[in-house]
Each structure stands twice: as structure tokens, then as C-alpha cells.
């Protein structure tokens, strides 16, 4: 507690403790401030279902897909990456109603599925082989991907205008803060990650529904893009 000593009325009497009422204000503000910094952080990547902790020796966390000695520089966007890669070529999904050109998975999308196809063991990091493979539902491109919504294509201004049934990306909201461009998309191309944030950040963890980033609920998700 912060106080200045004050003589008592009594001149010849002991000093008496007097509280300084601005300096107990700080340390409400203070300690208030020092609340609010304690308190935990998202759960991110740890007990998400991105950690494989358990699987690893020393129950790391990051190793499955990055290191900070002798990575794979070869693969783009990928910072200091640690596992292996698919080589998988996908039949695509094709509709008569989609005016996009999907290319192979690239980029991020090669990334997740480069557990999520099944061919490559989730455990196939840091030059190991692997032995557990991704199966069923979580196995996403094990039979292509021609049942799942397309990846790895470009969504602008002008898909927009062509299609006539989705949302403005450059300018339309994400309910992320910024818009679909800004908060979505990575070089204006839509990928698996535009839906999953991997290390289940914030608006992840708030959703907790398979590190979606917008909520499933009421189709939010799919009418942040598609003008229904």
C-alpha cells in the first residue's frame, strides 16, 4: 500500500499513517491490469486436435510440422518445415455451376493434406517414416476430392461478378475484422486454411468446432462468401 506519514494533530503525537487516495487509485488500476495479463491465452494449439504432443518423445508440440534446424526449405509457405509432403495428383470436384478453375492442391492446401489424404502418416516428421495414418472422416482426400468443396482456387472481384451469387471479397465483410481478401484468402486464392486455422487461434478456438474459424452455426460459415 502506497502512504505518506502525517504528523497527528497533536504535535508531540506519534506520526499516523494517511493514505495518498490518487496513489490508491494506481494500484487499483494496477492490479486490475496485472488481473487481465494473467489471465490464460486460447487454447491454441495445445489440447486442440493438432496436438500430437503425445506421440512425440519429449511431447512437442511444433516438431510434426516445423524445426528450427535443418528444415525443408523447399517447400513454399512453409516457414522452417519438418514434414513430409504429398505427392498426390486429385480428382477434382467439377459442377456445372462453378465458375472457378480449381487446380491442384497447392501452397497450404498440399500442406494439410499432406496428413489429411492418408498416404503420408501424421508422424512422418524430422526424417521418420510414420506409422499412423489419418483414416475416415479425418482422412479427407484418401478417395480425391472431387465430394469436397474446392481448394486452390482464385475468389476476386471478378469470380464475384461472374458467379452472381458471392459476396465481394475485397470489399465484403469476414466478421473477422476485415474483409474476405483480408482475413480469408491467401494471394486472393481460396484454400483449405481460408475455412481451418491449423494452430487454432483465436477466432478457432472461440468457435471450437474443427478449427473452423467462422461457426457452422446457421450456416454462417458458408453465407460469409456465398450470397444466398
Known amino acids: 500500500m502506497f502512504y505518506r506519514l502525517h504528523r497527528s494533530a497533536n504535535p508531540n503525537g506519534p506520526p499516523v499513517k494517511r493514505v495518498n487516495p490518487a496513489r490508491t487509485a494506481f494500484v487499483a488500476i494496477f492490479c486490475a491490469g496485472a488481473m487481465l495479463l494473467g489471465r490464460s491465452a486460447p487454447a491454441q494449439i495445445l489440447t486442440s486436435p493438432h496436438d500430437f504432443s503425445g506421440l512425440d518423445s519429449e511431447q512437442r508440440l511444433c516438431v510434426f510440422c516445423h524445426t528450427t534446424h535443418n528444415a525443408d526449405t523447399s517447400v513454399i509457405d512453409a516457414p522452417l518445415w519438418n514434414h513430409d509432403v504429398t505427392a498426390q495428383n486429385y480428382t477434382l470436384y467439377n459442377s456445372a455451376t462453378l465458375d472457378s478453375t480449381p487446380s491442384q492442391p497447392d501452397g497450404v492446401s498440399r500442406l494439410c493434406l499432406s496428413c489429411h489424404d492418408g498416404?503420408?502418416?501424421?508422424?512422418?516428421?524430422?526424417?521418420?517414416?510414420?506409422?499412423?495414418?489419418?483414416?475416415?472422416?479425418?482422412?479427407?482426400?484418401?478417395?480425391?476430392?472431387?465430394?469436397?468443396?474446392?481448394?486452390?482456387?482464385?475468389?476476386?472481384?471478378?469470380?464475384?461478378?461472374?458467379?452472381?451469387?458471392?459476396?465481394?471479397?475485397?470489399?465484403?465483410?469476414?466478421?473477422?475484422?476485415?474483409?474476405?481478401?483480408?482475413?480469408?484468402?491467401?494471394?486472393?486464392?481460396?484454400?483449405?486454411?481460408?475455412?481451418?486455422?491449423?494452430?487454432?487461434?483465436?477466432?478457432?478456438?472461440?468457435?471450437?468446432?474443427?478449427?473452423?474459424?467462422?461457426?457452422?452455426?446457421?450456416?454462417?460459415?458458408?453465407?460469409?462468401?456465398?450470397?444466398?
Open 119 to 228: 498416404t503420408i502418416a501424421v508422424d512422418s516428421y524430422g526424417g521418420n517414416a510414420g506409422v499412423i495414418f489419418l483414416g475416415g472422416s479425418e482422412a479427407v482426400g484418401a478417395d480425391g476430392l472431387a465430394n469436397d468443396h474446392p481448394v486452390s482456387f482464385v475468389y476476386d472481384d471478378s469470380l464475384a461478378t461472374q458467379d452472381g451469387a458471392l459476396f465481394t471479397p475485397s470489399s465484403a465483410p469476414s466478421s473477422l475484422g476485415g474483409t474476405i481478401s483480408q482475413d480469408l484468402l491467401f494471394n486472393n486464392r481460396l484454400e483449405c486454411a481460408s475455412c481451418h486455422d491449423v494452430h487454432n487461434g483465436g477466432a478457432a478456438a472461440s468457435v471450437d468446432d474443427e478449427l473452423l474459424v467462422i461457426s457452422l452455426v446457421q450456416s454462417q460459415l458458408c453465407l460469409t462468401c456465398h450470397d444466398k
